[in-house]
């Protein structure tokens, strides 16, 4: 195996360990954004709420919202479906889940590297 495929592999596990042991609560992004800013931690919270309640509000009406340079949310439809492993005839109605799609350059901004197609067929 390549130096670099073996480097992205080994930061992809570091990356997955972070994950799921770096979470970061609501309250504690707010403190952040807020101290970032320079912002009272009311107005903050208060402004995230609306941000939020707009994305969803807009996604639920079927519009996708684009921020410029960091990415897109949007809805996306599932088809309803019979439920399996079911004594009755339940079942799941057509919904739709809040997606989101982040620029390339957003990607790149967080500094972990990738394996391109290239340097694995090298390998």
Avoid: C, W
Wanted: glycine letters at 8%; hydrophobic letters at 35%.
């Amino acid at each position: 195996m390549s130096a670099a495929i073996e480097e992205a592999s080994e930061a992809k596990q570091r990356s997955n360990r972070k994950s799921d042991a770096e979470r970061i609560s609501k309250r504690e992004f707010v403190m952040r954004v807020g101290r970032r800013a320079g912002v009272p931690l009311k107005i903050t919270n208060q402004v995230y709420d609306a941000i939020f309640d707009e994305i969803k509000e807009l996604a639920g009406r079927g519009v996708s919202v684009t921020l410029t340079g960091f990415g897109k949310f949007y809805p996306q439809v599932h088809k309803g479906h019979q439920v399996r492993f079911k004594k009755e005839d339940d079942e799941v109605r057509d919904y739709a889940v809040l997606k989101f799609s982040a620029t390339r350059e957003t990607n790149q901004g967080l500094g972990i590297p990738s394996v391109s197609p290239d340097a694995e067929k090298r390998s």
